[in-house]
């Protein structure tokens, strides 16, 4: 099974502020790795695609970067309503994967 | 508009068994593989199971592998999950998310608002 590492757990970030979230595979998977943002009690919304397209009506602050074993989620000038839980998800082995995911909060 | 609705969730005990459904419309059912995700009070997102869009490819999670079946009916536009032996870590809201593409590849680009369950005596 690929483990997924996120870092960091939680980040407090001030608006505009730049953020860099990373996921580390345990084996190489190629680009094959998503990113999802989760708001509370809400369900999952895909951010981006194998490593680096933006998915569908997402903000272009978003972007993904990274092959191999390490993926970064950047977030350039950030939002109030970013506040959310990320999670890195891989598609590259069966059984698939999510990181343990990184929770911002909005200072 | 891709709507996904789940239900059948419910509170179970110990060793009993619930059935859960998923609802699409808004795109071609068939067409598109589908998965199971589940999420325990207060955790991360753990996947499940997939299907593929004829139903013909199942792949399971080893936690679940054995106790829980994904089937599809594409004339119902409709996923199922059939869960057997729970156990109280199955506990979770449980989300069906609709795949890119017919193979069980890639990932979900939608996802239903979830149904929880709860294990407990």
Known sequence: ?107 | EVQLLESGGGLVQPGGSLRLSCAASGFTFSSYAMSWVRQAPGKGLEWVSVISGSGGSTYYADSVKGRFTISRDNSKNTLYLQMNSLRAEDTAVYYCAKKMGIAVAGTGDYWGQGTLVTVSS
């Open chain 1, 1 to 107: 099974e690929i483990v997924l590492t996120q870092s960091p757990d939680f980040q407090s970030v001030t608006p505009k502020e730049k953020v860099t979230i990373t996921c580390r595979a345990s084996q190489s998977i190629g680009s094959s790795l998503h990113w999802y943002q989760q708001k509370p009690d809400q369900s999952p919304k895909l951010l981006i695609k194998y490593a680096s397209q933006s998915f569908s009506g997402v903000p272009s602050r978003f972007s993904g970067s990274g092959s191999g074993t390490d993926f970064t989620l950047t977030i350039n000038s950030l939002e109030a309503e970013d506040a959310a839980t990320y999670y890195c998800h891989q598609s590259s082995s069966l059984p698939y994967t999510f990181g343990q995911g990184t929770k911002l909060e909005i200072k």
